[in-house]
């Protein structure tokens, strides 16, 4: 089965502190991207930052990198610094190819991230 | 501006009810989505189309029925829903969808439209 598995319903952090979000998945392709998205209150996902699957660099993106590790299907999200408005739900997701031809995202149920003042 | 725009935001409709969700994207994107968030479930893909052809149906109830006149707007028709069908409903696009993995094509997401059938 095809599935994204984030083991931390929530999570908190201080303000200005480092927060590590898990995420493990299943796939049986060799070729996939890994993203993260992010969804605050106003609930528009927005991408936080995607990894290539054959790139054995991890990726950054300004305060956001992730610590992808392809043999264990290990894609954690790092956020150094964490602002007030890093808080929001935190999807991992991977995509692949469906039947009809379509690249699909397959998601996580979610990390809800709370930042303390 | 969020390039995808979603109306209603809210929609409160009975189980004889019929409505509609109404997607617009001004991305210039050739492909267009249906995803159902559900509380403590993973977003769950309904249907994709790429230059109005819906290429993927996945397994949704005849009671919901897409429409995508073209590719800048994508209905989705509501009609006798059941109470199990709340849930908050996004619409995403992208530049299109391949039958290669394009890493560039990421999605770009409405704010949702949240429905609750009584």
């Known amino acids: 089965a095809q599935t994204v598995t984030q083991s931390q319903p929530e999570m908190s952090v201080q303000e200005a502190e480092t927060v590590t979000l898990s995420c493990t998945y299943d796939t049986s392709e060799s070729d996939y991207y890994l993203f993260w998205y992010k969804q605050p209150p106003s609930r528009q996902m927005i991408l936080v930052i995607r990894q290539e699957a054959y790139k054995q660099q991890n990726a950054t993106e300004n305060r956001f990198s992730v610590n992808f590790q392809k043999a264990a299907k290990s894609f954690s999200l790092k956020i150094s610094d964490s602002q007030l408005g890093d808080a929001a739900m935190y999807f991992c997701?991977?995509?692949?190819?469906?039947?009809?031809?379509?690249?699909?995202?397959?998601f996580g149920k979610g990390t809800k991230l709370t930042v303390n003042p | 501006e969020t390039g995808v725009t979603q109306t209603p935001r809210h929609l409160v409709m009975g189980m004889t009810n019929k409505k509609s969700l109404k997607c617009e994207q001004h991305?210039?994107?050739?492909?267009m989505y249906w995803y159902k968030q559900s509380a403590k479930k993973p977003l769950e893909l309904m249907f994709v189309?790429?230059?109005?052809?819906?290429?993927e149906n996945n397994s949704v109830p005849s009671r919901f029925s897409p429409e995508c006149p073209n590719s800048s707007h994508l209905f989705l028709h509501l009609h006798t829903l059941q109470p199990e069908d709340s849930a908050l409903y996004l619409c995403a696009s992208s530049q299109e969808t391949l039958s290669s993995l394009s890493g560039a094509n990421v999605l770009t997401f409405g704010a949702g439209s949240r429905l609750t059938v009584l």
């Open positions: 997701a991977y995509t692949l190819i469906t039947q009809g031809g379509s690249e699909k995202l397959v």
């Open positions: 189309y790429n230059f109005k052809e819906q290429t």
């Open positions: 991305l210039g994107h050739n492909a």
